[in-house]
């Protein structure tokens, strides 16, 4: 089992790991770079380019779909040295910080109300045919902030400080027995 790097606490999703919180602090300070939403509400896509594009392609892009429809767009990818419980795991960057796989399905389900969130291949058409959308101009103003602030990519900044070994308050949070997820806030359309 891999440790905890993002747990939903709250309502809102709580970082773990310094690099997490770094670019969670980041990105607040960068959402005048999107016409309208944040990171999380329509700008995604946009995030998740530059974040790949930063990374040199250590990164690739992935859909979570929900309700038969894409709704969110993250950057993912496998790290493996040995050091790490969960090695070969899928780890996801999106507005939020960093997660494993399964920590971000369990806040889009959780805080987001997606029902049953699915992660898949990324999907252009789909994305594009429920009006989510990614800004060029943003994209490239985000990728020279990230590494004006950040540096260039490298899984050891990404990794520095990992919590190597699981403790008591990096339990995940889930719901109890029988709990159902909230309302989704807009049953028939996506979250961008």
């Known amino acids: 089992m891999a440790i905890p790097i993002q747990i939903c606490a709250g309502g809102s999703a709580c970082n773990l790991t310094p690099f997490g919180r770094s670019?969670?602090?980041?990105?607040?300070?960068?959402t005048d770079l999107l016409p309208s939403?944040?990171?999380?509400?329509?700008?995604?896509?946009?995030?998740?380019?530059a974040l790949q594009t930063w990374s040199n392609g250590a990164l690739s892009l992935?859909?979570?779909?929900?309700r038969g429809i894409p709704q969110h767009v993250v950057a993912g990818g496998r790290f493996s040295d040995g050091r790490l419980l969960g090695d070969g795991r899928?780890?996801?960057?999106?507005?939020?910080?960093l997660a494993w796989d399964t920590e971000l399905l369990t806040k889009m389900r959780w805080i987001e109300g997606v029902k049953n969130p699915t992660l898949m291949p990324f999907d252009q058409a789909a994305l594009e045919s429920v009006g989510i959308e990614c800004y060029p101009l943003a994209v490239a103003t985000l990728i020279r902030s990230l590494r004006t602030t950040f540096g260039e990519w490298s899984w050891d900044q990404v990794l520095a400080d990992f919590p190597l070994r699981q403790t008591a308050c990096a339990k995940i949070v889930t719901a109890p027995r029988g709990l159902k997820p909230p309302k989704a806030k807009n049953p028939k359309g996506p979250h961008p």
Do not use: E, I, P
């Open 23 to 30: 670019l969670r602090r980041f990105l607040l300070t960068k």
């Open 37 to 49: 939403g944040t990171w999380m509400s329509g700008g995604c896509w946009t995030l998740a380019a």
């Open 62 to 66: 992935y859909t979570v779909w929900g």
């Open 90 to 97: 899928l780890l996801c960057l999106d507005g939020d910080g």
